[in-house]
Structures are given as C-alpha cells and as structure tokens.
C-alpha cells in the first residue's frame, strides 16, 4: 500500500503541478482569478477524443495538435472577452466563470454527458518495488516533468522570462521600463493553457472524460495555490506535490476515502489561510491601494 | 416623491410584485414568481458583503444552504413549528456567517474569494459523512409549507424579500454603508480614521449571512426540503453572476438582476428546444451584457435615464435642461474633463 501511495500521490502530484502552474502563472501577471483554468483541460481532452476518433490521427500528433488549438482557442478568448474588460476586476471573474460554464454546456450539447474512453498512449505496465504501474502513469510523470523544466526555463533563462517575471512584480514598472505588458500578458496566457492543455490531453487516457471533469481539478487547483502561495510557481509545484500525497493517503487508507479526498484538501486549504494567509512560499503583494 | 424616473421604475416594480397574483393566478407563474422573489433576497445579501464591503464571497451558498438544511432538518427531527424553524434557521446562518467572517479576517482580495469558495464543499462533505441525519444526496423531503395556498406562498416570500431587500437598501444607505465602503476602498486608510474594521466586517458577514438565512430556510420551506444544490458551488457562481451582472454595491442592482435573469431562463427553459442550451443561453447573455456594460446593467441604464447636476450632483432625468434642485443649466455637463487617472484605470496596460 505504501507504494501505491506513493506512486499515485507522485502521478496526481504531477497533473495537480501542471494545473496550478499555470493558474498561479496568470495571476501572477496579469491578476486574473483564471476560473475556466481547468475548463481548458477538460476542452483539450474532448479535443484528443476527437481526432483519434473521427480523423484517424497518431496518438502524438493528435495530442499535439489538441495542445495548440486549445492554447489558440484560449487567446481569441482572452482578446475577445477578458481583455475588454480588464479594468473591472469582477467582470474579468464572471466572464471566466461564464467562459467555463460554456465550454461545459457546448461539451454536454455535443458529446452528450456520459462518460468516454481514451486509448492508452503505450500498454503495459512496469513493476518497479513490487508495485506494477502502468506505462501511461510514467508517461504523465515524465511529460508534467518535461513541462515544467521547459517553464523554469522559459521564465528564468529567456528575455520573454524575465518580462513575465517583471511584469508580475510590478506592472507599472514594467510598462514603465518599456516592456509590453500587454503582449506579456498574451504570453502568459498562451503557456499557462498550453500547460492545463498539456495536462488534459496526458491524463485523458487514465480518467474518464466528462463534461463536468473541470470541476473537481478547478476546487484542488484553489486549495495547491493558497497552499504554495498564489503567484508563485515552485509552491504551487510543492503544494500539487503534498495535495496529490494527501489526497493519495486519504484515498488509500481511510475507509470511504474516495469521498473525503476534496474535503481534506480544502481542509488544508483553511488550516494554512489561518496559519500563515500568504502560503508557504506566498510572495506577500504589496497592498494595492 | 417620483420626480426621478429611477424612483417611478423601484415603485412600478414593488407594484408588479405586490399585483402579480391578482393579475396572473397561474400556479406555474406563481412558483416561478416565489423563486425569483427568494433569490433576489439571496443576490442582495450577497451585494451588501461583496459590494459594500468588498469581501467577494465566493461561497453565499454556505449560508443559504445553512438557513435551508437547518430550518428544515429543525423542522423535521424536532417538530418545531415551521415559522420558528425559519427564524433558527436565519440565526444559525449568522452563526456560520460569523464563523466564517472570523476566519477570513486576515484574508483579502483573491485569497478571501478562493478560501470562501472552500467553505459549502466541506459542508457539502460533512452531510454526506451522515448521510442517516442529512439524508445523504437527496437531502431531506416532506416538510410543511408556511402557508396553505399558493397566493399565501408567493406573498410570504414575496413580502420577505421586499422586507429584506429594503432593509438591506437602507442598512447600505446609512453611516454603516458608508464605512463599508470605505473598508472595501481602503481598509488601512479606514483603520487609521479610527474605524474598528474587524469589527464591521464581522457585523456585515453576520448581517449578510443574516438575510441569506432567511432566504434558504424560505426556499427549503418552499420547495418542501432541502438538498446538496442549496449548497453547490454552481449556487455561489450563480450569485456572483447576479450581482455583477445588475451592478455591484447598489443592492437594487442584483435584486433587478435575479428578476430579469431567472423568468428569462426559466421561460426559454419551458421550451423543449431551449431547455437542455437554458445555462449556455444564460453564460452567453452574461458574458455580452459584460462586454458592454462592464459596470452591471443598472448603473448603466441610470446613467442613460437620469444625468447628475454639474453644479450640485444631485440626480435628475436626462431630459431636464435645468438642474431641479439648484436650477444650474444642465448641459455643461458635456465639458465636464475627464480625470487624467481614473480609479481603476491604474493597472491598465497602455
């Protein structure tokens, strides 16, 4: 059981990272309280289902594909309907959540609500500490991985990096310093759905895909960034880490687990706002007055 | 008294309300008519605590949801009667308004948004931990309306809401309002006037939990019982959806909200080729309305009925060429210059 627990809590752990990177990404630079975050995930795992289904595609080419129409998908959005109204901080969080409600609505219109089925990118499974653990569970590890090495060095070894840095810091300064913050913020926007499309497309073969699939990964996602600390992505990687470890152990050893696991990450979620309200790794905002 | 076409547009309103049966006894109408009613008092309570004071609540739900599974598991399991079910159950909602308001009082902007949303999830997951005292996910059936009739329905809920809506107005309109709006602006500048902020923002979080009580122990009473959907995160969107689509901090601004928004879904609902794209419709019109209207529906229809006096800012219908109160041409207005950094516009990219 204990390497079970440690196997699930590292492949949950994975996808959770990838989420919450990419959430705590776009609040930190363009302060958008992105709700249909997860809704792009869900998009992108429809995406997969229907180009291995009706066109035939390779696993890969298909998951690729799915990654940049949903990320492209995500930018005419933002132009379209958050850009617009920038200015006004609720109508930015309504228009997420409308964005996600119909994204859901299209889905269920479309595919209909019950749930479908994905092939595995690669079968088999490899026994490793007496565990056996499916090919496609390693592969969802080495992809969220991959991801976020290529993000960290995005933001810390390129200019567009230290731009997107810059801007989250301090976005008078940065337009100031003649950094277009605007197109920041496009950016932004690109690699943080590119990232929940990453994730939606990797796990769409092990869960089961659903219209309503946003939902639970939106309610984990909150409880990962007040964790780790909302605008800063190595504690959203290490709060992904101890929620999937948390939600592994609840899961495994309490009896009824299954339905608890929300309850006790947004327990934590509480615990951690009365404790220390920035998070672990919380860069504590000026107040914006 | 009705010099404003505002104020013509309140009582015409509260005149509608009040005739509705008289004119259309349809029972279906009726329902639809009650349900609005309830949930305009739940949209306002949520104006006075995100609007006002600035404490955007994503999880209004917790205490409508409270105010509904008490008043009714009360009125089931203990026999009491039903009035004085709704009446604890409004307490206990304050109760859990407090609790919450006490443990968000660090907390401010998105972190409070975020950790509010958390609160009806684990309610939701306690329930269904006892699911032979709360009756699991269908929740709990069979209680007893307040009144017999459907007329005598629809008119306790809508005279609660009235009751309630107008409390609220006048609560907001007062010294009270005022500090809150002056914690949502500035909660240090606030404290340094010597304004003791926690404890306002522990009254609002009571006061608004308060008046979603009332609404959710009148909606279980309504609909018979209460399940997990008084508490749903969908209920706690649909609020916020309300209250910014109407027009945040005005009270009057969700309550105009709820009232154009439900019928309008309930009856494109009523079509069989509507009824399943009934929340697309919803989400679509949202999202337009917010393109246009970034401020909310009625800000931006009282800006086009009514203009404000250049010389002495009290309000008058657009058509008025003279000020009514102080007589000062009103057309200057257009001159008016435009303020080099208007709040807000601060963060803006350029």
Known sequence: ?289 | MLVLPSRTLAAAWVASVVLLPLVLPDPYVLRVAAMTCIFAAFAASWDLLAGYAGQVNFGQALFFGAGAYSSALLSLRLGISSWIAVCIGALIATATGLCVGYLCLRLRGSYLSLATLAFPLILIGALFAFPDFSGGELGVTGLQPLATSRIGNYYIAAAAMLALVFGLWAFADSRFGLILHAIRDDELAARASGIDTTRYKLAVFGISAAAAGIAGALYAHFMRGAGPSTLETALSFQVVIWGVFGGLATIYGPVTAVFVLYPLTEWLGSFSAFGELRLLIFAIVVLLVLLFMPRGLTPWVRDRIETRCPRCKQRNPAWHETCRVCGAPMHAKRAEPKPPLAAGARHSPR
């Open chain 1, 1 to 289: 059981m204990l390497q079970d627990i440690f196997i699930t809590g590292l492949v949950n752990g994975g996808v959770y990272a990838l989420l919450a990177t990419g959430f705590s990404l776009i609040f930190g630079v363009a302060r958008i309280v992105n709700v249909a975050h997860s809704a792009f995930y869900m998009l992108a795992a429809y995406c997969l289902y229907t180009l291995l289904t009706y066109t035939g595609m390779g696993m890969g080419f298909a998951a690729l594909a799915s990654v940049a129409a949903v990320t492209a998908l995500s930018l005419a959005c933002y132009r379209l309907f958050i850009e617009p109204v920038r200015q006004h901080e609720s109508a930015v969080l309504i228009a997420t959540i409308a964005l996600g409600l119909i994204f859901q609505e299209l889905m269920l219109r479309t595919f209909g609500g019950h749930y479908l089925g994905i092939p595995n990118a690669l079968e088999g499974v490899v026994t490793f500490l007496g565990v056996s653990i499916p090919y496609q569970r390693l592969l969802i590890l080495v992809i969220a991985g991959a991801s976020l090495a290529t993000v960290w060095f995005v933001l810390h070894r390129t200019r567009l990096g230290l731009a997107i840095r810059a801007t989250a810091n301090d976005l008078e300064v940065a337009n100031l310093m003649g950094m277009n913050v605007h197109r920041v913020a496009m950016a932004t926007v690109a690699i943080s759905v590119a990232l929940a499309a990453i994730a939606g497309v990797s796990v769409a073969p092990v869960f089961v895909v659903d219209p309503f699939m946003w939902l639970a990964p939106l309610v984990t996602v909150l409880s990962i960034v007040v964790l780790g600390g909302l605008g800063s992505i190595q504690g959203s990687v290490i709060g992904a880490l101890v929620i999937g470890y948390v939600e592994a152990i609840t899961v495994f050893a309490l009896p009824q687990g299954a339905f608890l696991k929300g309850a006790v990450a947004l327990s934590i979620m509480v615990i951690v706002l009365l404790v220390r309200p920035e998070g672990l790794f919380g860069v504590a905002f000026e107040e914006e007055r």
